[in-house]
């Protein structure tokens, strides 16, 4: 599928690491215009990647790069915390729970003004960053340059995953999903070795898709919950 790619400082490319394939996303929070998208003026969930760029269209935007960003309930609706242009949706869950969500330690990736970083759920509560947007997932994939203690080498379970990374003074905003199936352990790795984010945050698995004009790439399917977005002017 060909797309028009929007003008932006947006790089995207596909790499290998360990055998594996993955395509990677990065963005300058410090001039890019990073936003989370759940629902229309209306309330109703926008759910796909042209949903939002129509929800855009009447703002002279568009999306330059999207992905589906944190686990939802049947609904949609986001199963941890969630704040859209300063409001909240969903409280800070902080307990461990049932799934991949609550293989604790899990994060909270959250953008401000100029910045953006992935926090551990506790450290997000302690230090309470006012951010404009922000969505919980888990588990964490990389927590202060170390993987995830719960990431064995040798395991079996392999999916499609996506999740995000940030730079420590959170300018840079890595995205990353894979292009085959891999553990955590392997998707971990690749935040840590190659991409050398100190903190990365797993959004799902299996469901994982991305929009990116750029490569000529926008995955379909049914809809999402909480989407992540690049927004430019539209052309």
């Given at each position: ?13 596909d ?34 990647f ?77 230090q309470?960053?006012q ?36 730079s ?16 955590f ?8 070795d190659?991409l ?21 790439r ?18």
């Open positions: 599928m060909l797309l028009a790619a929007p003008a932006t400082a947006l790089t995207c490319s790499i290998e690491h360990e055998g594996n394939r993955f395509t990677v996303c990065e963005a300058d929070a410090g001039s890019e215009d990073l936003r989370l998208f759940l629902r229309d003026e209306a309330g109703e969930i926008l759910g796909h042209q949903s939002v760029d129509a929800a855009l269209a009447d703002q002279g935007k568009q999306l330059a790069f999207a992905m589906n960003a944190g686990m939802y309930h049947d609904d949609r609706s986001p199963v941890g915390h969630y704040v859209e242009n300063g409001t909240e949706e969903m409280r800070v869950i902080p307990n461990a729970g049932p799934g991949n969500f609550g293989l604790l330690p899990n994060g909270v990736f959250c953008i401000r003004p100029g910045r953006a970083d992935v926090f551990e759920t506790l450290s997000y509560q302690d309470q960053p951010c404009r947007d922000a969505t919980q997932s888990g588990p964490m994939l990389v927590i202060d340059g170390e993987l995830h203690p719960r990431f064995l080498p040798d395991s079996t379970s392999r999916y499609i995953r996506n999740g995000v990374g940030t420590e003074d959170g300018q840079l905003v890595v995205f990353a999903i894979s292009r085959n199936a891999v553990t352990h392997q998707f971990g790795s690749l935040f840590r190659v050398n984010t100190p903190n990365a945050l797993y959004f799902d698995g299996n469901i994982s898709r991305m929009h990116a004009p750029q490569i000529g926008s995955d379909a399917g049914f809809s999402l919950g909480p989407i992540v977005g690049v927004v430019v002017d539209a052309e």
